[in-house]
């Protein structure tokens, strides 16, 4: 079958190197795609908001399946209108991506799904949002934009005061648009983030493998949030009984939850928690493959993906052998531009892709990048998903940054710490 993926960033450009690996794929088509997805199908220059040219290029094209990578077409309910087209697809409703685009529906299903979460409250102005914090003590919390924000909407606060000043960011300054319209006051959790990724036609759930991110920019966890800046998996923080907890009072809750308000999700549920003293605790779910962790899944993944999403798109994911999992460990090192995640500077050459190219064991997902006289540029703040696997987590970690050291372009930097959490848990244990 022909395959339409929706996207430009590493995400997709992982999904699109392992889609077009299978024997049923008879080509993959991206759309926008960026500069390494070129090589591994073919791009289309459509945006993945303008639904309209999206369908019209899937049935001149005679698509099979389409893949929609990022959320914000998602959440604008592009799946919804390909159905009605009559176009098979794989993502969410507009209805169930709603678990992702707004962090006060989230938190309100989690509440009702009896999923464990951190207390919260949303406010739909920043005046109430200021009254309710000088009404409680000075102490942490996490203010958050309710709306899509491109992974960086979410402000740790170690007082009061950087609590009003993350809501006047959000809801008067609106540094984040309309995802700002609500703003959520959650209680701050002290822990290491996981993140788990489950794969669902809405009744079946296939669980992939534990991974772990790096939100925060700089070594350390310091410095702001953003998209991503890494990620590893699997992780030691997740054994094998609170991974089936997790399944068990996450997963399962909340796809039945969505089920039962006629909101059924067929896609990928991401959750992100934080694992407490007092066990896991959900942060917040996302209605699609995580980036950077879906680099690192899927060089793990040995089976063909195209059947397991075609199946889910088809309901009948339970029909599916489990998939097969390479043993070894995988690390992606997000390399970004100077600036990111404020403003940054596009149109920088990078050299070393062919060095990176020709090590074992390695590959360098483009993120931000374009084309430009027949030369690789950046055009994004993340640029690239360099993405290794090793024998151990340390092989892995440094297989990634031999690659790593091996690109370059005007500004380019990264976190040198990437998977060193759980190099420290092998220590403790």
């Known amino acids: ?8 960033g590493g995400r997709e450009h992982a999904l699109s190197w392992k889609l077009a690996q299978s024997p ?3 080509k993959v088509f991206i759309a926008p795609g960026n500069a390494g ?5 073919e791009n289309v220059d459509i945006s993945p908001t303008d639904t309209a040219r999206l369908i019209k290029f899937a049935q001149a ?26 176009l098979k697809v794989f993502g969410p409703s507009k209805a169930a991506a709603e678990i992702e685009a707004s962090k006060a529906f989230c938190k309100k299903l989690l509440r009702h799904a009896d999923v464990p979460t951190a207390d919260y409250r949303a406010f739909r102005d920043a005046e109430a949002a200021e009254r309710y914090l000088n009404d409680r003590d000075d102490m942490p919390h996490v203010v958050k934009a309710d709306g899509l924000a491109a992974g960086k909407g979410v402000v740790v606060c170690k007082n009061r005061a950087a609590a009003l000043a993350a809501v006047k960011r959000i809801g008067v300054e609106r540094e984040f648009g309309a995802a700002g319209n609500q703003i959520v006051i959650e209680q701050l959790l002290e822990g290491q983030e996981a993140s788990i990724l489950a794969i669902t036609d809405g009744q079946t759930i296939l669980t992939l493998p534990a991974a772990q991110d790096h939100k925060p920019a700089l070594d350390g966890d310091e410095g702001p949030n953003t998209g991503g800046m890494g990620a590893y998996c699997p992780t030691p923080l997740i054994n094998d009984e609170m991974f089936h907890w997790i399944e068990e009072n996450t997963i399962v809750p909340v796809v039945h939850a969505l089920k039962r308000g006629r909101r059924p999700f067929v896609g990928v549920l991401y959750a992100g928690l934080m694992i407490t003293n007092s066990g896991p ?3 917040e779910f996302n209605a699609r493959f995580g980036d950077p962790e879906c680099q690192p899944l899927l ?10 999403l075609d199946a889910a798109a088809n309901g009948r994911l339970g029909e599916i052998e489990q998939p097969e999992w390479d043993p070894r460990p995988a690390v992606c090192v997000v390399m970004a531009s100077q600036g990111y995640p404020g403003s940054y500077e596009t149109g920088k050459p990078i050299r070393g892709l062919d060095a990176a190219a020709d090590l074992d064991n390695v590959k360098a997902f483009h993120a931000g990048t374009a084309l430009a006289d027949g030369k690789t540029v950046t055009s994004g703040g993340r640029v690239l998903g360099v993405t290794a696997v090793g024998d151990t987590i340390s092989a ?5 940054y031999t690659a790593v050291k091996a690109i370059r372009w005007d500004g380019a930097w990264c976190r040198k710490d990437i998977s060193d959490k759980a190099l420290s848990l092998q220590v403790n244990d």
């Open 61 to 86: 094209e005679e698509i099979g399946l389409t893949v929609v990578g990022p959320e914000a077409p998602l959440a604008a309910g592009l799946v919804d209108e390909f159905h009605e087209a009559g």
């Open 1 to 8: 079958m022909k395959v339409l993926v929706i996207g430009n």
């Open 396 to 400: 892995a970690k440094l297989n990634a």
């Open 299 to 308: 060089m793990r993944m040995k089976s063909d993906l195209l059947p397991v």
């Open 37 to 41: 997805t070129a090589a591994e199908g």
């Open 281 to 283: 605790k959900v942060l």
């Open 24 to 26: 049923l794929a008879e």
